[in-house]
């Protein structure tokens, strides 16, 4: 029992101990784009974009351009008589400083928006603007109205709302009760991929993530806000951060902007600064340390923990230190003096901060992928040409890069064409690289035909051109002068090779070139017409008369034995149904010889439907007379 309780705490240590790492970063340049969707916003055409681009101007400390006419366009559109005009007209005329507003009957109109009636958005632009202008706000009644706006919607942006009003109440208001809605409001919020934790829309989660932590700072306590669910939080909002809408825009950069600067939960970036290349020139893996603003954490020890290729599980590299470049927040390792293989890395980091910071998250979760690029050289270049039947070699050409072959190469059906090659790095050892191909082109038809070259277990290339086949299946039989040539790339190649080495004649069979190419291969086709197949012959009239007559034989017995017998019509009732009934019923057999001869099926259905519902009625009536009838009888 000990035992499991122990093992269970040291997974319960391990669970906590894997926080998330923010995905993303709001860079430097990510902030000069967001500042210019602010910038382009004017001149302004609606108020409430106006009080964002000019606040998201604001939260970068950067300057409002055209300050003055900003303000002449808030006083022209400003409507004191709308509560939520007013709200975005005071904050915007805050924001730029020095812009008076002429609102005082807005006053009256503020003060009397919060009443029980009204809802929680409502409630949040009158007190912001309220608090604004300097003017007092009544704490009871605002938390009394709050508290009645809240019991008919406690959703994510009423209760988002909630947060900013409490926060501001004046100081000594009690506003506990709003900061365990926190809580509450984390609950509802939407995970995806177990990396993003989100909202209905970005406003609201933008509006929540700057409510609770400003809320947090008032009473003074850590948000019921776990680690993890802050970096997702940030992963979503960060995942917007190219949007183009300016208030969209402001969302993005109000979140970051609480993600940075909060008393409590700060994540911390490790992001790649520059290149993620490593080669020769740039031999240094350089990491930004920051918060989500791409703002300076103070001074850190940061080392890369382990640095493992993609592929394997060994560590190249593990608990090296890093040092502080010149740029702040900038930290470096020089990886190629490890020598390591071509390929990419996965760079797991840790960071320490000079002083405890309890507000940082992830400081040992940070990964970076880098991939060490290098120049590739080919060597042992061999062209042969080999008889299929004998296996000889007719003629081998060795060839170093850059040069060409002087010598024409030629071969026919009978033999095929072989390419050998090695792939070496810079420090001489074998590689393999993603791409190798060999490329033929007719000189002059321009006709190309590109194949692959595969390597061996010993890391040699290996193209074979069996000419028979080939001019069958890819040349359609067209002999002549070809140029021969190897393409080699990979992502980690930084000279990538496109090499004219030989000219080549291929001669394909005779037979074959008189043989007509296949030009209609991709032509439209003849159309398909779906013909019906021919009726089989029907038997001469004097049959088909003769059939028609046995049809009639049983209806003239049938009145031949009614004649013999005697017709006895007393019983039958002289009422609109039996008429009626009868009627329809000779109706329905008429119109059987009418589909036979003229109608088809939808034609006589439709007609069926009239005539058999009123047969159907006058039927059920005669029935019903026939056993009336036969009642009074008995």
Not at 366 to 373: A, F, Q
Not at 380 to 407: C, F, G, L, Y
Not at 529 to 540: G, M, Y
Not at 594 to 620: A, D, E, K, P
Request: glycine fraction near 4%.
């Amino acid at each position: 029992m000990a035992k499991g309780v122990t093992l269970l705490i040291v997974l319960v240590c391990g669970v906590v101990g894997q926080a998330l790492s923010p995905l993303y970063i709001l860079s430097l340049d990510d902030q000069a784009k967001l500042k210019a969707v602010f910038e382009q916003a004017q001149p302004f055409t609606d108020l409430a974009n106006a009080h964002y681009s000019i606040l998201g101007l604001k939260l970068f400390s950067a300057t409002i351009p055209k300050a003055q006419e900003a303000c002449t366009y808030l006083k022209a559109t400003v409507d004191t008589s709308n509560v939520q005009s007013v709200y975005h007209a005071t904050s915007a005329a805050k924001a730029l400083g020095n812009c008076q507003l002429q609102v005082s009957s807005a006053q009256q109109v503020l003060s009397t928006a919060i009443n029980d009636s009204t809802d929680v958005a409502t409630i949040f632009y009158a007190v912001s603007a309220l608090t604004t202008l300097g003017l007092q706000i009544n704490a009871a009644d605002v938390i009394k109205t709050l508290d009645a706006a809240l019991k008919k919607d406690d959703g994510v942006l009423a209760s988002s709302y909630a947060l900013h009003i409490a926060n501001m109440l004046p100081k000594d208001t009690n506003v506990d009760k709003y900061f365990e809605l926190i809580e509450d409001v984390v609950a509802q919020a939407d995970e995806v991929d177990e990396k993003y934790l989100q909202f209905d829309s970005l406003g609201h989660t933008a509006i929540f993530v700057d409510g609770a932590y400003t809320l947090a700072a008032k009473v003074d306590k850590t948000p019921l806000i776990t680690e993890d669910q802050a970096v997702m939080f940030a992963n979503y909002v960060l995942s917007r951060k190219s949007t183009q809408t300016v208030r969209n825009a402001y969302y993005v950069l109000l979140a970051t902007k609480a993600f940075s600067s909060n008393k409590f939960q700060i994540p911390v970036s490790f992001a790649l600064s520059g290149s993620m290349a490593i080669s020769s020139t740039e031999p240094s893996l350089q990491v930004r340390v920051s918060n989500l603003m791409a703002g300076d954490l103070g001074k850190l020890t940061v080392k890369a923990t382990s640095v493992t290729i993609r592929d394997g599980n060994d560590a190249h590299l593990s608990n090296t230190a890093m040092t502080a470049a010149k740029e702040p927040s900038v930290y470096q390792l020089n990886l190629l003096q490890s020598k390591p293989a071509p390929g990419f890395y996965n760079v797991e980091l840790e960071a320490s901060p000079a002083k405890p910071d309890k507000r940082l998250i992830g400081l040992g979760d940070g990964l970076v992928v880098v991939k060490v690029t290098t120049e590739v050289a080919v060597e042992n270049v061999e062209v042969s040409i080999v008889d299929k039947d004998q296996s000889i070699t007719a003629k081998t050409v060795k060839v170093v890069h850059p040069r060409k072959i002087d010598k024409g190469l030629e071969a026919d059906h009978h033999q095929n064409v072989v390419l050998k090659f090695n792939l070496r790095d810079k420090s001489g050892q074998p590689i393999t690289v993603h791409q190798t191909f060999v490329r033929l082109a007719n000189l002059k038809t321009g006709q190309e035909v590109i194949f692959t070259a595969e390597a061996d277990t010993s890391k040699t290339y290996k193209f074979n051109l069996d000419v028979a086949e080939s001019g069958r299946d890819y040349f359609q039989y067209l002999s002549g002068k070809y140029t021969l040539e190897l393409i080699v790339g990979d992502a980690v190649v930084q000279n990538p090779l496109l090499w004219n080495l030989a000219d080549v004649v291929l001669k394909f069979p005779d037979e074959a070139e008189a043989k007509p190419v296949d030009k209609t291969r991709y032509t439209a086709k003849p159309e398909i017409i779906h013909q019906f197949r021919k009726p089989e012959k029907r038997p001469s009239v004097m049959v088909s008369n003769a059939f028609s007559v046995l049809v009639f034989v049983p209806l003239i017995m049938l009145f031949g034995v009614w004649a013999k017998l005697g017709v006895n019509l007393k019983n039958f009732p002289a009422s609109p149904s039996a008429i009626g009934f009868h009627v329809g019923l000779a109706a329905i057999f008429g119109l059987f010889y009418c589909y036979w001869c003229y109608l088809n099926m939808f034609q006589t259905l439709r007609y069926l439907s009239v005539i058999g519902f009123f047969t159907f009625i006058c039927g059920h009536r005669l029935l019903s007379h026939i056993a009336a009838s036969k009642s009074k009888r008995h």
